[in-house]
C-alpha cells in the first residue's frame, strides 16, 4: 500500500514524536498549558457556576467549545506548514496533553515510599493520582488506591488523548484534555457538584467510551509483560466491568486486576464520603509489589496506544483519500456523461 495522505502520515508521526517526548521529559515543568486551562476553568467557574443542570452544561460548552476552536485554529495554521512543521505542532500539542509518563514515575514513588514505610510521605503524595481522603488509609489501602488510579488513568491520561488526537488531530487532542480536566474539577458527587458537575462526567463518559475499551484490549494484549495472564484479563473484563459505577473505569480496573492478578475495589474514602466499589478481579489484595507492576504495564500500554493510534490516523487517512478519489471520479463521469449528452 502506497501511503500518499501527507495530512495523516504528518498526524501519525506527531502523535509518536508525542509520546516519546512525554516518555523522555515527562510532563511540561512551567507554563503547563493543561495547568493553564484549569486556572481558567476556576475562574470561569466563579461566574458561571449555579446549582443546576444547566449551568454545568453552559459550563462545559464553553470551555470545551472554546478549547476545540483552539486546536482547530492551531491545526489549520499547522497546515499552512510543510510536513516537518505538522508534524512538530502535532507532536508538541500531543506531549502537552499526554500524562503518562507522570502518571507511572508516581506510581513508583508511591512504591518506593511504602516499601520504605514512609506512610506520611504517601499519604502527602496520594492527592497527586486520585482525589481519595488518605488521612485513614494504611500501606495497603494506599497501594491498592495507588493502583486503581494509574489502572484508570491510563486511559486517561494517554489512551484517551492518543485515541481522540489519531481520529481529529490536534483539536481532538486539545478538546479530549480540556474534557478530562473539567471532569477531574467537578465532576464529583459533592454536594456543590452533584448537579454543576453532572454534565462534565458524562460528556468525559461518552467521550472516553471508544478509549476505554480500547485500554482494555491493550491489557489484556499487554498482561505477558507483567507475568500475568491475558485471559484471566479478559475474563475479568467480561465478568467484573459492568459492576463498577463508572462504564470507562470499570474497564480499565477490572483488566489490570484480571492482569496483574489481584482484587481492586471495596470500601473507598474521599473528602465528600464514603463509597463501597465493587470487587473487581479475583485475586488478593494488591501489595507494594503489584503497585510497581502496575506503573510497568500502564507503560507497556502506553506503547500498544501510540503504535495504534499511528496506524488508526493513517488509516483514517487511507480512507477519507480514497473517498475523496471516489468523489472525484464521480464528478469527473457526470460532467463527461453531460458533455455527450
Same mark, same amino acid.
Do not use: M
Given at each position: 500500500m502506497v501511503f500518499r495522505n501527507g495530512e495523516a502520515t504528518a498526524r501519525a508521526t506527531g502523535l509518536l514524536v508525542g509520546l516519546v517526548a512525554d516518555r523522555v521529559f515527562g510532563d511540561p515543568r512551567k507554563f503547563h498549558p493543561v495547568a493553564g486551562f484549569g486556572t481558567g476553568a476556576a475562574k470561569l467557574e466563579t461566574r458561571t457556576y449555579r446549582d443546576s443542570r444547566t449551568a454545568g452544561v453552559l459550563h462545559v460548552a464553553i470551555l470545551v467549545g472554546g478549547a476545540t476552536i483552539a486546536g482547530a485554529l492551531t491545526e489549520a495554521a499547522a497546515k499552512r506548514l510543510r510536513w516537518g512543521g505538522q508534524v512538530a505542532v502535532t507532536g508538541i500539542v500531543t506531549w502537552c496533553v499526554l500524562g503518562g509518563t507522570s502518571l507511572a514515575r508516581t506510581g513508583e514513588n508511591m512504591a518506593e515510599l511504602l516499601e520504605r514505610d514512609d506512610i506520611a510521605g504517601a499519604r502527602e503524595l496520594l492527592p497527586s493520582l486520585c482525589g481519595r481522603d488518605p488521612s485513614h488509609l494504611d @500501606?495497603? +489501602?494506599? #497501594?491498592?488506591? %495507588?493502583l486503581e488510579s494509574v489502572a484508570e488513568n491510563?486511559?486517561?491520561?494517554?489512551? $484517551?488523548?492518543?485515541?481522540w488526537g489519531a481520529v481529529a488531530g490536534v483539536p481532538g487532542l486539545i478538546g479530549y484534555r480540556a474534557t478530562n480536566t473539567l471532569d477531574a474539577m467537578i465532576g464529583y458527587r459533592s454536594d456543590r457538584y452533584q448537579r454543576?458537575?453532572?454534565?462534565?462526567?458524562?460528556?468525559?463518559?461518552?467521550?472516553?467510551?471508544?478509549?476505554?475499551?480500547?485500554?482494555?484490549?491493550l491489557t489484556v494484549l499487554a498482561a505477558p509483560v507483567v507475568h500475568g495472564s491475558s485471559a484471566s484479563a479478559w475474563q475479568a473484563w467480561r465478568r467484573d466491568a459492568a459492576k463498577h459505577p463508572s462504564p470507562n473505569a470499570g474497564? @480499565?480496573? +477490572?483488566? #489490570?486486576?484480571? %492482569?496483574?492478578?489481584?482484587?481492586?475495589?471495596?470500601?473507598?474514602?474521599?473528602?465528600? $464520603?464514603?463509597?463501597?466499589?465493587?470487587?473487581?478481579?479475583?485475586?488478593?489484595?494488591?501489595?507494594?509489589?503489584?503497585?510497581c507492576r502496575g506503573a510497568k504495564l500502564s507503560r507497556a500500554v502506553q506503547i500498544g496506544g501510540g503504535l495504534g493510534s499511528a496506524a488508526l490516523a493513517v488509516a483514517i487517512g487511507q480512507f477519507r483519500l480514497r473517498r475523496r478519489e471516489r468523489r472525484r471520479r464521480s464528478t469527473l463521469t457526470t460532467r463527461r456523461g453531460r458533455r455527450h449528452a
Open positions: @500501606a495497603d +489501602a494506599l #497501594a491498592r488506591a %495507588a491510563t486511559s486517561d491520561a494517554t489512551i $484517551g488523548a492518543l485515541f454543576f458537575g453532572w454534565a462534565a462526567a458524562r460528556w468525559d463518559d461518552l467521550v472516553n467510551l471508544a478509549p476505554a475499551r480500547a485500554t482494555g484490549v474497564v @480499565a480496573e +477490572a483488566t #489490570a486486576a484480571g %492482569a496483574l492478578g489481584v482484587s481492586l475495589g471495596g470500601r473507598t474514602e474521599y473528602s465528600y $464520603g464514603v463509597e463501597q466499589r465493587p470487587v473487581l478481579g479475583s485475586g488478593p489484595a494488591p501489595i507494594v509489589q503489584d503497585l
